[in-house]
Structures are given as C-alpha cells and as structure tokens.
C-alpha cells in the first residue's frame, strides 16, 4: 500500500526516535548524562569545549545553574566551580552534545508532519492530524525534561518521566503510520485484537519494570561510577524488581509463541515481534549471568522500542481479514 507524504514524515520520526532512544540509553550507560552542565549550550558555548582549559568559568553563570538545581530538589552546593572543574570530562561532554544534537532532526521532522497533517485536513481523519500536532508538542516536551533531567543532577524518577514520554510519541507515530490515510488501512489476519492486547499489556509492564531496573543501576553509577560495573549486578541480582522482571520475560516469550502459531510464523510484521523477543531473551540471559554490560544494556534498551512499536502496530491491525503486514 502506497504511503502518503504524512505516513512518510511519520516513519522517518519513528526511526529518528529510535535512534535517539539509543542515544540517550549510551549518555545513560556511559555516565555522560551531566557530560554538559547546561542547557541548551554547553559548557556556556555553541561548541563544547575539548579541554577543560577552554572553558570560561567567568563566563559561566554558576548562581543560575544552583537556582535550578534547587527547584528541581538537587542540593545547590553540589554545583559549584571546583566541583564542576573536578567532574569535566571531554568524552562525556561529546557524547551528550551529539545526544542533544540527534534531538534536531527529529524537531525538524516533527515540524513538518505536524504542518503537513494541519494542511490535509481533508484527506486526514481528524484523530491522525491531532496526534501529528500532538507528537511535535511531545517532541518539545520531551526536549523541556532534558533540561530538567540535567538541573535535577539526573533524578532517576525525572529520567524515567524523560523515557516514559519517548515510548508515548512511538505510540503516536505508529497510529499515523497504521491510520494515515482513508479508506483500508493495513491489516493482519490471525490472532484477534484482544489477543495481542495481551502481549501488549506483557510488554509495558515488563518495560515498566525495566525502567526501575535501570533507576537502580544508575543509582550504582553515580554512587560508585562506570568501572563498577561488572559489580553491579551481585547487587541488584535479588531485588524484588530484577527478579520481577527477569521472570515476566518468560510470559512475554509464552505470549509471543501462542501468537506465533495462530498467525501460522507469516507476515513482516509478526517476523519482526517474534526476533526482537528472542534476541531480548538471549540479552537478558547475558545481563543476568554475564554481567550488566553497556553495549547488551544500549540494544536492550533500543530493541525494546522497536519491539514496542511493532507490538502496538500489531495490536492496530489485528484480527481482521485483509492484507498480511
């Protein structure tokens, strides 16, 4: 099925976002996430400095970086000159600046689906050109918690809020994807729609217990920093919240397998869901038992929003006599 310029717009976004879900999960393994003090420069410049010999520190306007991190509950006297002199690190300074940079294409892009879906009102559904609105406010948004993420010394429960509205805009661009013209829309033949409701369902609950999970290795990062890594998880290994999760993981594959055999292993979009879960159950086993490594914990992160997406996508089109996806 042909898509129309909005459908298209809509893709190029989700993948945009995708990437930038993996950006921001390598700012998050590699403790980069206060890599740039400020926002939206970086240490006070377009550019961000190499060394910390290239920063203006009289340039920098400390008082105001204390105000804000107060506001958002971080203690003011963590935010001072010596302190900020102690924790540059160039590395991690690029590796947020380029986060934030992969941020301006999808801005861009989510501009322009949100004036091509306003311009097309009358081969839109009125539900698609909301969302297409909808999504570049969420981009906007979402751009906001970054700088709360930074002023709040990366408050764990302000870094999931951060992700929380990232999988919300995937669900956005997925709906103007599946609904973005009139008339027949995509459909996959096989498990009803409430049957994939309730791989759905398995899906974000194991992302929400995921996210606490990454709340508790983050807390070990900025306690005992990166090279504590391969400690981590003898320490988290017999939360409540690991043990959860890891165990969740297996109704997931049980879901996935029951939907497997009723859509007969066929169509793109079925393929897609059942590799990403099994190559998540493979990662998981390797973050279990060989350690919370970053590269496994990135593609964690990242293929759990493809496989959110194509789940969601599934959900859409489900149950219905039509075209295979």
């Known amino acids: 099925m042909q898509k129309n310029a909005v459908q298209k717009l809509a893709f190029l976004s989700l993948g945009l976002l995708t990437l930038l879900i993996l950006a921001g999960a390598v700012v998050r393994v590699t403790g980069s996430g206060l890599g740039c003090p400020d926002w939206p420069t970086c240490w006070g410049q377009l550019i ?46 690029w590796i947020e600046f380029i986060n934030r940079l992969l941020a301006l294409p999808l801005i861009l892009t989510e501009l322009i689906l949100a004036i091509v879906a ?28 970054g700088i709360a993420v930074v002023a709040s010394g990366l408050h764990t429960g302000v870094v999931t809020i951060h992700m929380a509205l990232a999988f919300l805009q995937l669900f956005f661009l997925v709906y103007i994807i599946w609904a973005g013209t009139k008339g027949v829309r995509p459909t996959i033949a096989g498990p009803s729609r409430s049957a994939v409701s ?27 920093g990166t090279d504590s890594r391969p400690a981590w998880i003898g320490q988290i290994r017999d939360s409540w919240w690991f043990i959860l999760h890891r165990s969740f993981s297996w109704s997931i594959l049980v879901v996935t397998l029951y939907l497997g055999v009723q859509v007969g292993w066929r169509g793109l979009i079925p393929r897609l869901v059942f590799s990403v879960v099994f190559i998540l159950m493979i990662m998981g086993v390797v973050l279990s038992y060989a350690g919370i490594h970053e590269v496994t914990q990135v593609l964690h992160v990242g293929l759990a929003a493809v496989l959110v997406s194509a789940v969601f996508y599934w959900w859409l089109a489900a149950g219905k006599v039509g075209a295979r996806v």
Do not use: Y
Not at 63 to 91: H, W, Y
Not at 203 to 217: A, D, K, L, N, P
């Open 48 to 93: 961000p400095p190499t060394q910390l010999e290239q920063v203006d520190f009289e340039e920098l306007d400390i008082e105001r970086f204390q105000k804000s991190a107060q506001r958002f509950g971080r203690d003011p006297s963590e935010v001072t000159e010596e302190k900020l002199r102690a924790e540059f690190n160039s590395t991690h300074v």
């Open 118 to 145: 306003f311009r097309q009102k009358n081969l839109l559904e009125p539900r698609v050109r909301k969302l297409a609105i909808g999504s570049f406010f969420l981009t906007i948004i979402s751009a906001l918690t």
């Open 198 to 224: 309730l791989l759905l369902g398995c899906v974000m609950i194991e992302w929400f217990m995921g996210s606490q999970v990454r709340e508790m290795t983050d807390h070990l990062q900025m306690e005992h």
